[in-house]
């Protein structure tokens, strides 16, 4: 069983920034990739940002530039830096892991924090 927990969320004002934290436990594969999606109200869940257990990135084009995804070296938790932060970045991110080998590969979701951003 994979746990992940995220930290890190909070009020922000625009322009400002926040770093966004996601700790994964248990049985993580080699072959996995780990990533931020968001969710406003009224809206569709989207991925913001991901990373695979090779280092391959990518990014929805509106936080381009705004926003780095990174892993740490035992590639256990991963990091979004979110800087020059505007209102429609406000949402409930959730840190997601894709794990597995041959034809099973699992998807694991963690509780979710709130990014307010507003002034």
């Known amino acids: 069983q994979v746990q992940l927990v995220e930290s890190g969320g909070g009020l922000v004002q625009p322009g400002g920034s926040l770093r966004l934290s996601c700790a994964a436990s248990g049985s993580i594969f080699s072959d996995n990739v780990m990533g931020w999606y968001r969710q406003a109200p009224g809206k569709q869940r989207e991925m913001v940002a991901r990373?695979?257990?090779?280092?391959?990135?990518n990014y929805v084009d509106s936080v381009k530039g705004r926003f780095t995804i990174a892993r740490d070296n035992g590639q256990n938790t991963v990091y979004l830096q979110m800087n020059s932060l505007k209102p429609e970045d406000t949402a409930v991110y959730s840190c997601?892991?894709?794990?597995?080998?041959?034809?099973?590969?699992?998807?694991?979701w963690g509780q979710g924090t709130q990014v307010t951003v507003s002034s």
């Open positions: 990373i695979s257990s090779a280092g391959n990135t």
């Open positions: 997601n892991l894709e794990t597995g080998w041959g034809s099973k590969w699992y998807n694991y």
